[in-house]
C-alpha cells in the first residue's frame, strides 16, 4: 500500500513538475513567428537549448517508469483513475509556480474534467 | 479583439492536432506492439523485441504521430496557459470514447457515459476562459 501511494506521488509530482518545467521553457522560447515547417524547426531548435526543457524531460521519464510500476502492480482500471488527480495538482502549480489566473470557470472545468477522466477510465 | 479571436483559433487548432496524434500515435503503437507479441524480460528478449519494433512500419508511424504530438503541445505551450491546455487535451479520452463506439462497436458503460459528459462539459468550461494570462513576452517580436 505504501509503495503505490509513494509510485502515485511520484507519477503526479514528476509529470506536474516535468510539464511546469517545459511550460516555462516554452514560454521562454517564445512562439514561433508562424506555423510553417520552417518556422516550427527553428522554434524547435530554440526550445531545445533551453535548460528548463531539459529539467522538464527527466521529470516526465522518473514519472513515467513510475507508471509502468504501477501498472505492474495494481490494476490499470485503478492506476489511471488515481492518476486525473494531475488534473488538480497541474492546475496548482500554473497558478502557484507559473503565476497563471485560473477563474472560478477555469477551475470548476478542470474538476469536471478530472471527475469525467476518472469515471472513463475507470470504465 | 481580432488577436484575441486569433489567439483561440489558433489554440484550439493546436489542441485539436495534439489529441489527434495522441490518440493515433498510442492506437497504432498498441497495434504494433501487439504485432509483436509479448515482449520476454530477458537480455536476449528485450533484443528480440527491439529488432522487431526498429523493423516494424507500424511502430514507426505511431513514433512520426507522438513526435508530432511533442511538437504540437510544446507549440500551443509557448503562447498559452498549462492550466487551459492540460485539462482541454483530456478532450482525447472523450473522444476514444466515440471513436471506439462508432468503429469498434465497443459497448460502453454507463460509467463511462457519464464521465464522456462531464469531461466534455469541463473542456467547454475551460475553452470560455482566456487562453492565456501571464504576461506576453514574444509577441511583441513576432
Known sequence: MMRVIFALAVLI????????????GMKATGEPARLRPLA??????????????????PLMALSFYSLLALLSWEPISLVIPASAL?????????????????????????VLVCAGVALVAAG | MASERRLRIKTLVMVLA????????????????????????????????FRLTVASGTIWVAILFLSGFMLSYMTV???????????????????????????????VSPRRWVGVVLICAGVLLVGQTKPRTTAVTSEALA
Open chain 1, 13 to 24: 509530482l514528476g509529470s506536474t513538475a516535468g510539464e511546469i518545467a517545459i511550460t516555462h
Open chain 1, 40 to 57: 516550427l524547426l527553428q522554434f524547435l531548435g530554440r526550445a531545445v537549448r533551453n535548460g528548463w526543457f531539459w529539467a522538464g524531460v
Open chain 1, 86 to 110: 494531475s488534473y488538480v495538482v497541474g492546475t496548482l502549480g500554473a497558478r502557484y509556480v507559473l503565476g497563471e489566473q485560473v477563474s472560478a470557470a477555469r477551475w470548476a472545468g478542470v
Open chain 2, 18 to 49: 495534439m489529441v489527434v496524434c495522441a490518440n493515433a500515435g498510442d492506437l497504432l503503437l498498441k497495434r504494433g506492439m501487439s504485432q509483436i507479441g509479448a515482449v520476454q524480460l530477458t537480455a536476449s528478449g528485450l533484443a528480440q523485441a
Open chain 2, 77 to 107: 505551450l509557448s503562447w498559452a496557459d498549462y492550466s487551459y491546455v492540460m485539462p482541454a487535451g483530456a478532450f482525447g479520452y472523450a473522444l476514444l470514447t466515440l471513436l471506439a463506439v462508432v468503429f469498434l462497436h465497443e459497448s
